[in-house]
Each structure stands twice: as structure tokens, then as C-alpha cells.
């Protein structure tokens, strides 16, 4: 719930942003049962849509500022608001578009651009260029972004760019940025370009170019955004803005168009206070739009790209009347807590808003002060919005007379430690074999460090990103030499011995019939094994002197050798690398709880027997033999499956 708290005056001291205050309070509304007119608001309506004024009023004149309060402000001011805020508006010294995330650039207005940082440019070749290479270090990133898109494929583009020291600082939006932060690595002109996220969550004002006008008003507003917060309750008081007497003499309310370009101007400012997305999560935690005779909140949307973690929101005595009128807001502030909406017309127009409300912010909890769902109601609607995993029920592994074992058991040892001697044994010249570089794959945050990829990424066949029929057959290499020219190049490997660390590695087998027959004597082909086994290897690259450890899947067709040559041969083999993450232990069973061992060891007994083809009874002295270790009793299995009699098995192998 957003503290609720008395009401506090503009005009009492306040304090500059950041510090603490010794006033209590959070969102805060006024009290009483008068409501303010649209007069004293900040009025953002067409003139349609004001209510009647009474006839003192309309004798008054004021139809653009407040009567009775404040002081009206002096032509001259006047006058210097007008000019600033034509700056704010469409200058190219203007304010709002140099502080706040509108921007404009090679792409036009864009909002919310995330910013990266490129240093090597000033190192580069390109950097003697009439502009130091600018323009091309920026198409090159945009072709080369563009060209590692997976899927359908679209410019990237970048929105906005300038030169800072030894860095060039460039915005995108954030589905752009995250295509060119891919960069990070690439040769540019001679030098290898370091693309990484920017600590800055907005661009820096350019000072130099800032008019003397828009710079005072920008101190002005930046004073009066102080005497609003509060820094004991991280609440800024954005209530009644018309009401305020600086900004009336600084005449910011003269016009529907200057109180929508002022309220712009403050955003512009608040984002420009914080170095960080972070500073300002902490600094400002509630906002209180009250009394501001808002109707749609188009008027103020930029509260939600500026303050997308709010927690507490006032919107109490605007004029808000249905949900089109927060349709802009939907989806926003995925962090929201509180939210008030008394005093708005959609009280009595749309009594069942709150249950919108409810769908719209995923944490929301109360609204107007009570209590509609609990913390942990809300955590469990989030767990069941999450997708649910598949079951999996282990490898299937349906050899046929142990041939796909044996394969498994002497390849990987001999890739590890004699690859040309590999390739003469099991590869011919029909021989297919591809490797693909997945880097985005799911990370282990607990393991150790990725390795670069540029051992690989020349070579890599990855369909998503290679779609061109040229560029995916070079990338496929045929025959042994060629795949053993390629193997060369490679970096040294060591996998997991399969017998001892069994749990390192999930494998399936299925027999593959109808393969192509290289004889030509059966016209309905012959038969064979495709095999998938997923795992892990060490890595060793004496080139860069890097080690580390890399996921991986690899999928064999195996196919009944020529006369004169090995039992089978390798038709296809396909390699897939990704970041280092541990499987999952297939082979464990869950541990009994003590009340349950029995059943439990029943499930062990029956799941044994599933993966050897043993009948239970063997099966059950197996698992007695190691103390019911699951994974223990498969190495033992694989051990002495060929001193087994063939009443071990359901039936002979």
C-alpha cells in the first residue's frame, strides 16, 4: 500500500532531490469534498471538453491560466517561456529531445533507445577519414547486425550515435541493440571492436550547444522538481502542477500545449538526474499525478517509460472516465503495487476497472487503499503463468547386436586423441559432416566462463543465421579428406570417460532402415542406427592458449561398412555447440523418503530393467550390489553385459 499521508503545500520548505525530509507521507491526495476546477489543474483537455465555466469566470478572461492564484506572469516572461519552450519543442538544442529517451536520428523519433558503447574506432584504420570513420563504423555495424539475425531477417538499425573521447556511444532500440551487442569481438578496419552495454540509460544533454534560455528554465525546472520530492517516502508530488506558483509565473500553463510540453520538460529532466536505470529505481519509489484534470493518459504517458518501476501510483480527482482513457498504459509498469483512482469519474462509469486493473499489472496488489490479493497470491498466479517442462522418462537406447555402444564407447576417445587415425577407419568419401555454433543458448550461471568461439564460427552451419544455398553447402563438408582438413584446425578436446561418468552424457539409439545403399544390390536400401548423445567436453586452443569447457549435440547415421573396410561407416555426423551447461542426471532416480523405499526401490528395479533388457531379478541383484546407486549399477551393467547368461535377459541380445 503507497503511504498515505497528509497533504503538504507546495509552498513549505522543500528540499533539493535526494535528500531526506523530515515530512511523512506518500502518494497523497487532496482532502475534503470540494474539488479543484479545471482552472487550478493541470489542464490538458481540449476546449470541448471543459466543463462550463460560471459567468464570473468567463468575465474574467482567463481561459488559459489560473484566476486568483498566483500571480499572472510578466510579458517579459511570458515572452522568454515562449521562446524556450518553442526550444523544447523543436529546436536542435531542445531540452526534452537531448534529456529524455525521445530521441531523433538516422531513423527518425524513436522512444526508449538502448545505449551501447564502441570503443576501437579511434584505433582503426578508418579513423583518418574525413569524419574518423564515423559514418563507416556505423554502416558496418548495422550490415553486420542485419546479417547475424536469425529467423526472418530486418535492418537493424542505429537511431542515434556521437563521439566521446575514445568511445562512440550509439542508440537503438532495444531488439536492435541486442543484435548489435553480438558485435562485441569483430574486426573493424584493422582493430577488434568492443560493443557493450552503456551505463548510461539516456544520452548525456550536449551543454555546449544549450541555449542560455533553455538552460536557466532547465534550473528552474530542476528546482522546482526538488521542493516536490520527498526523500524520506521516495515520493515525487507531480499533483496539481497548474496550481504551482513558479510554474504560473514562468507562464507553463498559458496554453493546453505548453502544459503538455512542460510536463514533457520535467520527465526530460528527471531522467536526466540518474546515471542509471538502478539510481532511479531507488530514489523514486511513488508518484502522485492528483488533481491534474487528466482524461486520458496520453497526456502524461511519458511517466511510464521514465518510471517503468514505479511501485505506488496517485491518480485520484482527474477525469479519467473509462478504461480507454489508461489504454497507453497497459502492459507498464510491471512493477506497480499501489494505484489510486478516487475521485475519477470511472468510479461510477466502469465499477469493475479494478479487475482490469488487476489483468493490466501483474504485481499490482491494492488499489484506492484496500487490499485486493495478497504477495503470495500473486507469486502463485506468476508460477502458473510459467510453461511447464515436458516429462522426460530417460534415453532410449534400442541397439541393435551393441554395435551403437561400441561405436559410442571408442569414438570420442579416439576424436580426443587421433582424429586423422578416426577418419581412415570410419569416414569414405560419401561421408557428411557440420558443425553449428548455438550462442545463445542457456548458460550455466554457477559454471565457468564462456570460451570465445572463434575457433568455430568461420565453419558454422547453423541454419537460422547461414540461409543462403552457397554459404550453407560450403559450410558442408564432404568426404574425408575435407573433413579431416577441417578437424585439423579444430581445437583439442577431451570428453568424459562414457563407462566411469555415465550421468555426463544423455544418448539415444534407434535403428535407421531404408539408408541408400553404396552397392547399388538392394533397391529398398539397407539398414542402420542414427544416434544422439548430448554432453560436455574440456577444450584446448593452443592458438589463443584458452580452456575452458563447451556443451555439446552430435548425431550419427551409421551404416553397414564396404567390403574390405570397417563393420560400419559414418554416413552423417552432425555437431552442435553450445555455452557450457550441465545435464541433467537422467540415470538417478529420485531418492526414496524413508516411509517409501520399498516402492521406490520397485521403481529402480523396473526402470533398470527398461534401459538393459534385464528381467527384474536381475535387475534387483544389480542394484543390491551398490547399495541401490542407480547410476553405479549401470556402470557395473555395461561392465559385465558380456558375462551375463541369456537368462539374464527378457530377451537374448
Request: aromatic share 6%.
Given at each position: 500500500?503507497?503511504?498515505?499521508?497528509?497533504?503538504?503545500?507546495?509552498?513549505?520548505?522543500?528540499?533539493?532531490?535526494?535528500?531526506?525530509?523530515?515530512?511523512?507521507?506518500?502518494?497523497?491526495?487532496?482532502?475534503?469534498?470540494?474539488?479543484?476546477?479545471?482552472?487550478?489543474?493541470?489542464?490538458?483537455?481540449?476546449?470541448?471538453?471543459?466543463?462550463?465555466?460560471?459567468?464570473?469566470?468567463?468575465?474574467?478572461?482567463?481561459?488559459?491560466?489560473?484566476?486568483?492564484?498566483?500571480?499572472?506572469?510578466?510579458?517579459?516572461?511570458?515572452?522568454?517561456?515562449?521562446?524556450?519552450?518553442?526550444?523544447?519543442?523543436?529546436?536542435?538544442?531542445?531540452?526534452?529531445?537531448?534529456?529524455?529517451?525521445?530521441?531523433?536520428?538516422?531513423?527518425?523519433?524513436?522512444?526508449?533507445?538502448?545505449?551501447?558503447?564502441?570503443?576501437?574506432?579511434?584505433?582503426?584504420?578508418?579513423?583518418?577519414?574525413?569524419?574518423?570513420?564515423?559514418?563507416?563504423?556505423?554502416?558496418?555495424?548495422?550490415?553486420?547486425?542485419?546479417?547475424?539475425?536469425?529467423?526472418?531477417?530486418?535492418?537493424?538499425?542505429?537511431?542515434?550515435?556521437?563521439?566521446?573521447?575514445?568511445?562512440?556511444?550509439?542508440?537503438?532500440?532495444?531488439?536492435?541493440?541486442?543484435?548489435?551487442?553480438?558485435?562485441?569481438?569483430?574486426?573493424?578496419?584493422?582493430?577488434?571492436?568492443?560493443?557493450?552495454?552503456?551505463?548510461?540509460?539516456?544520452?548525456?544533454?550536449?551543454?555546449?550547444?544549450?541555449?542560455?534560455?533553455?538552460?536557466?528554465?532547465?534550473?528552474?525546472?530542476?528546482?522546482?522538481?526538488?521542493?516536490?520530492?520527498n526523500g524520506e517516502s521516495k515520493l515525487l508530488k507531480l499533483d496539481a502542477l497548474a496550481t504551482d506558483a513558479e510554474l504560473v509565473t514562468l507562464g507553463m500553463f498559458e496554453t493546453r500545449e505548453r502544459a503538455l510540453k512542460t510536463f514533457k520538460g520535467l520527465m526530460a529532466i528527471c531522467d536526466g538526474l540518474f546515471k542509471t536505470l538502478q539510481e532511479k529505481k531507488d530514489a523514486i519509489e511513488s508518484i502522485s499525478l492528483a488533481n491534474n484534470?487528466?482524461?486520458?493518459?496520453?497526456?502524461?504517458?511519458?511517466?511510464?517509460?521514465?518510471?517503468?518501476?514505479?511501485?505506488?501510483?496517485?491518480?485520484?480527482?482527474?477525469?479519467?472516465?473509462?478504461?480507454?482513457?489508461?489504454?497507453?498504459?497497459?502492459?507498464?509498469?510491471?512493477?506497480?503495487?499501489?494505484?489510486?483512482?478516487?475521485?475519477?469519474?470511472?468510479?461510477?462509469?466502469?465499477?469493475?476497472?479494478?479487475?482490469?486493473?488487476?489483468?493490466?499489472?501483474?504485481?499490482?496488489?491494492?488499489?484506492?487503499?484496500?487490499?485486493?490479493?495478497?504477495?503470495?497470491?500473486?507469486?502463485?498466479?506468476?508460477?502458473?503463468?510459467?510453461?511447464?517442462?515436458?516429462?522426460?522418462?530417460?534415453?532410449d537406447f534400442r541397439d541393435v547386436n551393441g554395435i551403437g555402444e561400441q561405436f559410442l564407447l571408442e569414438f570420442f576417445t579416439a576424436y580426443d586423441t587421433n582424429r586423422e587415425a578416426l577418419i581412415s577407419r570410419l569416414y569414405d568419401a560419401s561421408s557428411q559432416f557440420s558443425l553449428a555454433v548455438d550462442a545463445q543458448s542457456v548458460r550455466d550461471p554457477n559454471g565457468p566462463p564462456p570460451l570465445p568461439w572463434g575457433a568455430y564460427i568461420k565453419?558454422?552451419?547453423?541454419?537460422?543465421?547461414?540461409?543462403?544455398?552457397?554459404?550453407?553447402?560450403?559450410?558442408?563438408?564432404?568426404?574425408?579428406?575435407?573433413?579431416?582438413?577441417?578437424?585439423?584446425?579444430?581445437?583439442?578436446?577431451?570428453?568424459?570417460?562414457?563407462?566411469?561418468?555415465?550421468?555426463?552424457?544423455?544418448?539415444?539409439?534407434?535403428?535407421?532402415?531404408?539408408?541408400?545403399?553404396?552397392?547399388?544390390?538392394?533397391?529398398?536400401?539397407?539398414?542402420?542406427?542414427?544416434?544422439?548423445?548430448?554432453?560436455?567436453?574440456?577444450?584446448?586452443?593452443?592458438?589463443?592458449?584458452?580452456?575452458?569447457?563447451?556443451?555439446?549435440?552430435?548425431?550419427?547415421?551409421?551404416?553397414?561398412?564396404?567390403?574390405?573396410?570397417?563393420?560400419?561407416?559414418?554416413?552423417?555426423?552432425?555437431?552442435?555447440?553450445?555455452?557450457?551447461?550441465?545435464?541433467?542426471?537422467?540415470?538417478?532416480?529420485?531418492?526414496?523418503?524413508?516411509?517409501?523405499?520399498?516402492?521406490?526401490?520397485?521403481?529402480?528395479?523396473?526402470?533398470?530393467?527398461?534401459?538393459?533388457?534385464?528381467?527384474?531379478?536381475?535387475?534387483?541383484?544389480?542394484?543390491?550390489?551398490?547399495?541401490?546407486?542407480?547410476?553405479?549399477?549401470?556402470?557395473?551393467?555395461?561392465?559385465?553385459?558380456?558375462?551375463?547368461?541369456?537368462?539374464?535377459?527378457?530377451?537374448?541380445?
Amino acid at each position: 500500500m503507497a503511504p498515505r499521508g497528509k497533504a503538504t503545500s507546495t509552498r513549505e520548505a522543500r528540499n533539493p532531490l535526494g535528500a531526506k525530509s523530515s515530512s511523512r507521507g506518500g502518494i497523497q491526495k487532496r482532502r475534503g469534498p470540494t474539488r479543484v476546477d479545471t482552472d487550478g489543474d493541470l489542464d490538458m483537455d481540449g476546449p470541448s471538453k471543459r466543463p462550463n465555466r460560471g459567468p464570473a469566470n468567463e468575465a474574467a478572461g482567463s481561459r488559459g491560466r489560473p484566476s486568483g492564484r498566483g500571480p499572472a506572469p510578466s510579458r517579459g516572461a511570458a515572452k522568454v517561456a515562449q521562446i524556450v519552450m518553442k526550444q523544447l519543442g523543436n529546436g536542435s538544442s531542445d531540452l526534452a529531445s537531448r534529456v529524455s529517451r525521445p530521441t531523433r536520428g538516422r531513423g527518425g523519433y524513436t522512444e526508449g533507445l538502448t545505449w551501447l558503447r564502441v570503443r576501437g574506432l579511434k584505433q582503426s584504420k578508418a579513423a583518418s577519414n574525413a569524419d574518423g570513420g564515423l559514418s563507416d563504423l556505423l554502416s558496418f555495424m548495422e550490415r553486420k547486425a542485419s546479417s547475424l539475425q536469425s529467423g526472418r531477417k530486418r535492418q537493424v538499425t542505429i537511431r542515434k550515435s556521437h563521439k566521446a573521447g575514445e568511445y562512440v556511444f550509439v542508440g537503438a532500440n532495444k531488439e536492435d541493440a541486442e543484435e548489435l551487442v553480438k558485435l562485441n569481438t569483430f574486426t573493424f578496419a584493422g582493430i577488434q571492436l568492443e560493443v557493450v552495454e552503456s551505463d548510461a540509460d539516456f544520452e548525456p544533454p550536449n551543454k555546449a550547444t544549450e541555449s542560455p534560455e533553455t538552460a536557466e528554465l532547465r534550473a528552474k525546472l530542476q528546482a522546482i522538481l526538488s521542493q516536490r520530492y520527498n526523500g524520506e517516502s521516495k515520493l515525487l508530488k507531480l499533483d496539481a502542477l497548474a496550481t504551482d506558483a513558479e510554474l504560473v509565473t514562468l507562464g507553463m500553463f498559458e496554453t493546453r500545449e505548453r502544459a503538455l510540453k512542460t510536463f514533457k520538460g520535467l520527465m526530460a529532466i528527471c531522467d536526466g538526474l540518474f546515471k542509471t536505470l538502478q539510481e532511479k529505481k531507488d530514489a523514486i519509489e511513488s508518484i502522485s499525478l492528483a488533481n491534474n484534470s487528466i482524461d486520458n493518459v496520453i497526456q502524461v504517458e511519458s511517466v511510464a517509460t521514465t518510471f517503468p518501476q514505479l511501485k505506488n501510483l496517485d491518480m485520484s480527482g482527474n477525469l479519467i472516465s473509462n478504461m480507454e482513457g489508461l489504454q497507453r498504459w497497459k502492459g507498464k509498469f510491471k512493477e506497480l503495487d499501489a494505484i489510486y483512482m478516487t475521485g475519477n469519474p470511472i468510479e461510477g462509469t466502469d465499477p469493475n476497472y479494478t479487475a482490469t486493473f488487476l489483468e493490466w499489472f501483474p504485481k499490482l496488489r491494492s488499489i484506492n487503499g484496500i487490499e485486493l490479493r495478497t504477495a503470495q497470491q500473486i507469486a502463485e498466479q506468476e508460477a502458473a503463468r510459467l510453461p511447464k517442462p515436458i516429462p522426460q522418462s530417460g534415453p532410449d537406447f534400442r541397439d541393435v547386436n551393441g554395435i551403437g555402444e561400441q561405436f559410442l564407447l571408442e569414438f570420442f576417445t579416439a576424436y580426443d586423441t587421433n582424429r586423422e587415425a578416426l577418419i581412415s577407419r570410419l569416414y569414405d568419401a560419401s561421408s557428411q559432416f557440420s558443425l553449428a555454433v548455438d550462442a545463445q543458448s542457456v548458460r550455466d550461471p554457477n559454471g565457468p566462463p564462456p570460451l570465445p568461439w572463434g575457433a568455430y564460427i568461420k565453419s558454422s552451419r547453423n541454419l537460422l543465421k547461414i540461409n543462403t544455398h552457397h554459404a550453407r553447402s560450403q559450410r558442408l563438408f564432404k568426404g574425408a579428406p575435407a573433413i579431416n582438413d577441417l578437424w585439423k584446425e579444430l581445437p583439442m578436446t577431451k570428453h568424459p570417460n562414457m563407462k566411469d561418468e555415465l550421468s555426463k552424457y544423455i544418448m539415444d539409439c534407434h535403428p535407421l532402415p531404408g539408408l541408400a545403399d553404396p552397392t547399388g544390390q538392394s533397391q529398398f536400401g539397407v539398414d542402420g542406427l542414427i544416434l544422439a548423445v548430448h554432453g560436455e567436453f574440456e577444450e584446448y586452443d593452443p592458438k589463443s592458449g584458452t580452456t575452458g569447457k563447451r556443451s555439446f549435440s552430435r548425431t550419427f547415421v551409421l551404416a553397414p561398412g564396404l567390403s574390405g573396410t570397417a563393420q560400419i561407416r559414418v554416413v552423417s555426423d552432425m555437431l552442435s555447440l553450445r555455452a557450457y551447461s550441465a545435464l541433467p542426471n537422467v540415470f538417478v532416480a529420485p531418492s526414496p523418503a524413508p516411509a517409501d523405499t520399498a516402492s521406490q526401490h520397485q521403481a529402480m528395479v523396473a526402470e533398470l530393467s527398461k534401459q538393459t533388457g534385464m528381467v527384474p531379478q536381475y535387475s534387483e541383484m544389480c542394484l543390491s550390489q551398490v547399495e541401490w546407486d542407480f547410476a553405479r549399477a549401470l556402470v557395473i551393467f555395461n561392465e559385465k553385459k558380456a558375462e551375463l547368461p541369456p537368462e539374464a535377459f527378457v530377451s537374448a541380445p
